[in-house]
């Protein structure tokens, strides 16, 4: 696995992740017959946030959950509850932008933390903890709008960099900001 997101992983990754959705008979449900998702299931709540960044360029959803609370045992009165989060792969101009910008998501209210994670498989991993489900419904799409709003803007920003001769600040032209491994 590359370090950085390739067009042939997402387009892999892209198909299984079709296929589970596809595929509702084997779609983990508790005793009520509600869809629990995670574990590698989809999580119904958060097909659009997943739709939504997947279609952006440089962008692949690896992992997500819309957040949920859960009631207690009878024995316990306290309630848990689970914010949404979403891990990405992305591209390395998507990366570079993302480092560049990431305390523009993560100063928000509707963003719990962003961390990058370094596996021993060699692949970055982003992962946004935010307010969802645990939250409601009102508060899941205004989080996902902002997440999706983040990287749309950093896609546009990398997009005229791009085509552009003009560097975005004096001395960006020797490359990214992080450590060439």
Not at 54 to 71: E, F, K, M, P, Y
Not at 126 to 138: C, E, L, R, S, T
Request: aromatic share 10%; with cysteine; proline share 4%.
């Amino acid at each position: 696995m590359s370090r950085f997101l390739t067009p042939e992983e997402k387009r892999d990754h892209l198909d299984t992740w079709r296929r589970l959705r596809a595929d509702f008979e084997h779609q983990r449900r508790d005793l009520e017959g509600e869809f629990l998702g995670g574990r590698g299931y989809p999580d119904l709540a958060v097909y659009e946030l997943t739709d939504r960044l997947n279609a952006i360029d440089g962008v692949c959803t690896v992992q997500s959950c819309a957040g949920h609370r859960q009631l207690a045992p009878s024995d316990d009165a306290e309630e848990r509850v689970w914010n949404g989060q979403v891990w990405l792969r992305l591209s390395e101009v998507m990366m570079e932008w993302f480092l560049r910008s990431v305390y523009t998501l993560s100063s928000t209210s509707e963003i719990e933390r962003v961390q990058l994670i370094f596996d021993r498989w060699g692949g970055d991993v982003v992962d946004i903890v935010f307010q969802g489900m645990n939250k409601g419904p009102v508060q899941l799409a205004r989080s996902s709008d902002l997440v999706v709003w983040f990287f749309e803007g950093l896609r546009q920003v990398a997009n005229v960099v791009k085509t552009s001769s003009i560097s975005i600040r004096p001395g960006d032209e020797d490359g990214p900001p992080y450590p060439e491994w």
